[in-house]
């Protein structure tokens, strides 16, 4: 299967998708409207995805009522699939044999129906990442000519959630269309990079012909995030606010925290685009980011502190053979595990530490709506600011040049939160997308990211500055 846009990709596209919205299933999310009197036998949709909190699923469903419908949904395996059902009884399920769990990449999945095809298998086409599936777990394709509840008239479209708001999809959509009256191929929404060709891109579908009952979701206008940019019915919106408009896009994947390496106990979630992190427990819990950087890259984020009470941030460099999740469970961050390379712990007096040891320093403990920011030079020195304020700057490099060619010497970010004086305990970790609104809105030199303060040099951890800078 082709790669699309991974974690560490340095591939550049020529067009570029700004906006996506991001989905927290924890809100009970969704966009819906009344289907128009389209071609129910013949139609494409697409969408570029990326998961946050695994599960199953819908990413859209298409409805008359509770015994005719027509869905995609991500199964608990993670398998995707699509089913019609028409008078409760079912006349569709193809579903390929991908599995869809990296949380930190997005993807691309496109369904192709026309019923009228004299070959069965021609009825319904699935692409991933730009590849036609052709490996399949279930395959009963619908009888020719057979009606779709999709351009239904009269009937709901809800994208993001079941038909009554249930299973809701976790994660960020982008680029969603709906083309009424065609059956097209990936290609016609993406493309493979021409210096990388194993990478998959979005290109401009602006140009297409959507269709009588067709749309387009660029989520551009924040105000509106339904707003068909095609001109047509636009979605309402249920429990989205502007500030899920996000810059994590398919042309720009940027770090989020990893959802599917948390600490190994169930009272950690990460929620709202796998930008939140909780715990209910006491004693630390916590997770490391999807994106990790090597010496040399000048990287910035920034922690905002919703609960006054223990949490932890700071870099580790992972050993091919460990489990990153198991390094944050227990007390290994209080005790200064040298699971850390460097750890801050805003609650505690002396609350820095390099490889285990204290540091002869004490900053203020933070209180709530503070924000902490990491930024870490080109020459691998740390500094911490608290509010914009530099609060402390560890000036031995964390590593020598001659040691960053070591391939467990990438540094990733990682998090940790301890509900010991309250419940429950939570940040929010901002490197460049944030979930909530910055009164301020600065960003890092190259233009990426929106950060509350001035990245003083640093660069917001994602994929077009990884792939410009290295890391």
């Known amino acids: 299967m082709a790669i699309i846009i991974p974690a560490n990709s340095a591939a550049v596209t020529a067009y570029s998708v700004d906006n996506s919205c991001r989905f927290n299933d924890g809100d009970s999310p969704r966009m819906h409207k009344t289907q128009g009197d389209g071609n129910q036998d013949k139609w494409t949709f697409s969408a570029w995805i990326k998961r946050g909190v695994l599960g199953e699923q819908y990413v859209f469903r298409a409805e008359t009522d509770g015994s005719n419908y027509f869905h995609i949904r991500i199964e608990s395996d993670n398998q995707i699939y699509c089913s019609g059902v028409l008078a409760g009884s079912n006349n569709i399920i193809v579903e390929p044999s991908n599995m869809l769990r990296d949380v930190s990449a997005w993807y691309h999945i496109v369904l ?45 479209f809800t994208l993001g959630s079941d038909h009554d708001g249930g299973y809701h999809f976790d994660g960020y959509m982008a680029e969603v269309c709906l083309i009424d009256n065609a059956q097209l191929d990936a290609d016609s929404f993406g493309e493979f990079d021409s210096d990388s060709p194993t990478i998959w891109k979005p290109k401009d579908v602006s140009g297409l012909t959507f269709g009588t009952n067709g749309f387009y979701l660029d989520f551009k206008d924040s105000a509106n995030l339904g707003n068909d940019a095609n001109g047509g019915t636009d979605l309402t919106e249920a429990n989205l606010a502007a500030t899920d408009q996000a810059t994590d896009t398919p042309t720009n994947n940027f770090c989020t925290l990893n959802s599917v390496e948390l600490s190994t106990n169930a009272s950690v979630t990460v929620a709202e685009g796998n930008t939140e992190l909780r715990t209910t427990t006491a004693g630390y819990r916590g997770c490391y980011a999807t994106m990790g950087f090597k010496y040399g890259f000048a990287a910035y984020w920034e922690v905002k502190i919703v609960t006054a009470i223990p949490n932890v941030v700071g870099l580790s460099r992972k050993s091919a053979n460990e489990a990153r999740g198991d390094v944050i469970t227990g007390e290994e961050t209080e005790g200064g595990s040298t699971a850390f390379d460097y750890m801050y712990q805003p609650a505690n007096a002396n609350n820095v530490r390099y490889k285990g040891t204290s540091q002869s320093v004490t900053i203020a403990a933070c209180s709530a709506g503070d ?18 304020s530099l609060v402390h700057t560890y000036s031995t490099a964390l590593q020598t040049a001659e040691e960053s060619d070591r391939v467990d010497n990438t540094y990733f970010p990682v998090f940790a939160v301890n509900a010991y004086t309250a419940s429950p305990n939570y940040i929010h970790v901002n490197f460049g997308s944030p979930t909530y609104a910055n009164s301020s809105s600065q960003s890092d030199p190259d233009g990426y990211g929106d950060f509350e303060y001035a990245t003083k040099s640093g660069y917001a951890l994602c994929t077009k500055n990884l792939g410009a800078y290295g890391g």
Request: proline share 2%; aromatic share 10%; no cysteine.
């Open 112 to 156: 192709a129906v026309d019923t009228g095809q004299a070959t069965d298998t021609n009825r319904v086409k699935w692409w991933i990442n730009g590849t036609q599936v052709t490996s399949f777990s279930r395959d009963t394709y619908p009888a020719q000519n057979a009606d779709t509840l999709v351009n239904d008239n009269g009937g709901t």
């Open 371 to 388: 924000i902490v920011a990491f930024s870490v030079s080109s020459s691998g020195v740390v500094k911490i600011y608290l509010n914009d």
